[in-house]
């Protein structure tokens, strides 16, 4: 079994950037299979799809909300999954979260991961 622990949360001012960290452990064997999706929530909202990478790293999806300001990336040798967040806003204040399901190809719902880590605080804020 994986476990997901993701790092790099805080509090960042506008037009700022974070990198998130999601490293895996535990059956990291397992990490290079799975394709890898981060998520986040604000107080009183649903889960919110933010970003998709494959397996192998060779696709890439995110919504239009942050198309062309986040990127995410993989490494499979380091067990780890980033979340690269420039010119952040207000509105994508929330808890950001990584998950990951034994597959080839990513997925953009989040019931359709089944390993999660805890979660990170992200707040953009003057």
């Known amino acids: 079994q994986v476990q997901l622990v993701e790092s790099g949360g805080g509090l960042v001012q506008p037009g700022g950037s974070l990198r998130l960290s999601c490293k895996a452990s535990?059956?990291?064997?397992?990490?290079?299979?799975?394709?890898m999706g981060w998520f986040r929530q604000a107080p009183g909202k649903e889960r919110e799809f933010v970003a998709a990478i494959t397996f192998n790293g060779d696709m890439t999806s995110y919504p239009d909300s942050v198309k062309g300001r986040f990127t995410i990336s993989r490494d499979n040798a380091r067990y780890t999954v980033w979340l690269q967040m420039d010119s952040l806003k207000p509105e994508d204040t929330a808890v950001y979260y990584c998950?990951?399901?034994?597959?080839?190809?990513?997925?953009?719902?989040?019931?359709?991961?089944?390993?999660w880590g805890q979660g990170t605080q992200v707040t953009v804020s003057a």
């Open positions: 998950a990951g399901r034994r597959e080839s190809h990513y997925y953009t719902r989040a019931e359709e991961y089944d390993t």
């Open positions: 535990g059956r990291t064997i397992t990490f290079s299979a799975m394709a």
